[in-house]
């Protein structure tokens, strides 16, 4: 009697502590219903691949030459990403990146300004083409595909015509020795050496931009609205969430990381091609879906979709790397996007299957 | 479990104490009438229930006091000052909040974050200020269970809950950020008879923290359940208007299925079958 009596007390602590008896199971359906776990999957598979298969792949220099590959494609990803969870979808990205680096050049070889008036003009004019793309589609309540549809030929048209207008040619001049150019070089375009490895600063201001949404998505009461805006609109409006402003200022997001994607461009080539971009905004829309964002929006992460743009990176420095026909490149992020769809599509149901 | 509902509710508060107050009010679509002279008032402590057919104006009625659309016609008065809602902020700042039928929450968010939408907790306020995430989750989670919402996990998607069990979330938001007006649009449409006795459960209990309640719906039994109050709309006006003193449930009943429309036709029918 006496013994069972001691025993007692022993027992409470335990209760005391509550975590443990609940915690094993929703860790780890909490880890399956995050947006990111398919692309982080997908991208080990994929890296361990290229390992095996291509010995030029395991160098630190490739993996250098990767996160700059996906880094180009992954800055305006990020933008496109949270328009994406949003609820909107931005075509004109591709061409925007070079309409910004167009100008950034133009107004400062044919004014003689210094290079960082050009650069910031470029900036307002991408904060304004955002803001119209942004609010003819919440004005018109035209699907923003459309809308931006037509962004992009209009910007597609507007680069290669005013550029051949100004400079007589298809690309814009040389703009190395401009005043400001090393400066901006420096910001945009350089590099610096860790260990031994060259290391682009496009990849430190990509995992910046990476790190800045995240914290956005899950962190700020911007986020709790833009998930809300992408998942059920009327609903975010009903309990006051200013949905057309979110929207629009998403839009202004990406028009800002498209310009500096172009400011990149610029002061990585000095020179610029008017025609190019076209075809890259599907690229942006890829990285982010095979990162989980779903198409529908409401649901997606940065995270994600920056492990999207490090898939596309990989892949295409990897078949590289192996010595095959690069055409495959194009052939294999089909598959990706057709995989990461049927794979949200299911994640999705799961999420959202009722369980109490 | 009325417990949060009464603790939350605006002591200011009295029964009877008019909060909104519509006087010939009308709403036109361009050339579209969808509202005629309508006269309304929601007092504190009643239910004001608005039954209608499809198509009767309930909508246009709710997103007038919702501020989602505004009136063309008429006067609507919150405390007895004149207002004209141009945003539904504007209506959620008088104390209206409205919980629609099927676009309460949203679906993919967790429960928290639902329940904080639109007034989360920030930390600071500047731009890109973390929100007081560790504190929401609480809130959110006491709020839920002492009003007899068990929710399994807080940070479940809300997707997850049951129709019902989404509505009471809804509610149970709207008075917790101090509603004195809550209108609920078509709560027990989509749900099952249990749901529904769940959903009108807190309606009563809203009701009688004090709050003033205008419950749309087609159904007269769920409506006389809870009822102060019955107005009934036909093609965007007022048919009925009548205390529950004053009405039986067979008449609401008999109203709402079409009235002497009815008589006449089960007549017309009657003649055709000899």
Redesign the interface.
């Known amino acids: 009697m006496s013994q069972s009596l001691s025993k007692t007390p022993a027992t409470p602590p335990e209760a005391a502590s509550p975590p443990p008896a609940k915690a094993p199971a929703p860790l780890m359906t909490r880890m399956l219903a995050r947006p990111e776990i398919g692309a982080l999957i997908a991208a080990v598979v994929i890296y361990i691949f290229f390992f095996l298969v291509a010995p030029a792949f395991r160098s630190a220099e490739a993996f250098s030459t990767i996160l700059y590959a996906s880094s180009l494609i992954g800055i305006v990803a990020v933008g496109v990403g949270l328009l994406m969870i949003g609820g909107e979808f931005d075509l004109s990205a591709g061409v925007a990146v070079v309409t910004y680096a167009l100008t950034a050049a133009m107004l400062s070889y044919q004014f003689n300004l210094n290079m960082w008036v050009g650069v910031f003009l470029a900036m307002i004019l991408s904060l304004c083409i955002g803001f119209i793309n942004g609010f003819l589609v919440v004005r018109t309540g035209i699907p923003s595909f459309l809308i931006t549809l037509g962004t992009f030929f209009v910007l597609q048209g507007a680069n290669l015509g005013i550029t051949k207008l100004v400079t007589g040619a298809v690309s814009t001049q040389n703009v190395s020795d401009m005043q400001g150019f090393d400066s901006a070089k420096a910001v945009f375009a350089s590099s610096f050496d860790i260990f031994g490895v060259t290391v682009k600063i496009t990849v430190v201001w990509w995992l910046l931009f990476v790190l800045v949404a995240t914290w956005t998505l899950n962190r700020t009461r911007i986020g709790n609205w833009i998930f809300a805006v992408g998942g059920n609109p009327a609903s975010a409006r009903a309990v006051g969430v200013p949905v057309n402003k979110v929207k629009i200022a998403l839009f202004m997001g990406v028009g800002f990381l498209a310009w500096f994607s172009g400011m990149h461009q610029l002061f990585a080539f000095n020179t610029i091609q008017a025609g190019g971009g076209v075809g890259q905004e599907f690229l942006f829309i890829i990285a982010a879906v095979v990162g989980g964002t779903l198409l529908t929006g409401g649901y997606g992460s940065a995270v994600g979709t920056a492990l999207g743009a490090f898939i596309f990176g990989m892949t295409q420095q990897g078949i590289v790397y192996a010595g095959w026909d690069p055409n495959w490149f194009k052939a294999f992020l089909g598959v990706m996007l057709l995989l990461a769809v049927a794979v949200n599509l299911s994640v999705k149901k799961f999420a959202t299957t009722r369980k109490a | 479990m009325t417990d949060t509902l009464t603790e939350h509710a605006d002591p200011t508060l009295h029964k009877g104490e008019p909060l909104i107050e519509m006087t010939d009010v009308g709403k036109t679509y361009g050339a579209i009438r969808a509202l005629k002279g309508i006269n309304l008032s929601v007092s504190a402590g009643e239910v004001t229930c608005v039954l209608g057919d499809n198509g009767a104006g309930k909508s246009t009625l709710i997103k007038i006091m ?1 501020g ?1 659309h505004s009136h063309s016609e008429g006067t609507l008065k919150v405390d007895g000052k004149e207002v004209h809602f141009s945003s ?2 504007e209506s ?1 700042d008088h104390g209206i909040a ?1 919980v ?1 039928q099927d ?7 967790e429960v928290w ?1 639902n329940f ?5 907790l ?1 930390a600071g306020n500047y731009p ?4 007081k ?1 560790k504190e929401m989750r609480e809130i959110a989670d006491s709020e839920l269970k002492k009003m007899g919402i ?4 807080i ?3 809300i ?4 129709g019902g ?1 989404r509505q009471c979330v809804a509610i149970a ?1 709207a008075v917790y950020f101090g509603a004195r007006v809550l209108i609920l649009d078509e709560p027990t449409a989509a749900l099952g008879v249990k749901q529904s006795g769940v959903v009108l459960k807190y309606t009563a209990a809203a009701r009688d923290a004090g709050l003033g309640v205008v419950f749309i719906t087609h159904n007269p039994h769920h409506a006389y359940l809870v009822g102060n109050h019955f107005i009934i709309l036909k093609l965007g006006q007022r048919v009925l208007d009548k205390k529950r003193s004053e009405v039986t449930l067979e008449e609401l009943t008999a109203e709402m299925a079409g009235g002497r429309e009815l008589a006449e036709l089960s007549h017309e029918l009657q003649a055709s079958q000899r």
């Open positions: 919702s989602l539904p902020r959620l409205t629609y676009l309460a929450v949203v679906g993919l968010m974050r904080f939408l639109g007034s989360e920030q890109l200020a973390p929100m995430i068990t929710v399994k996990d940070n479940q998607p997707g997850t809950l049951s069990q938001r």
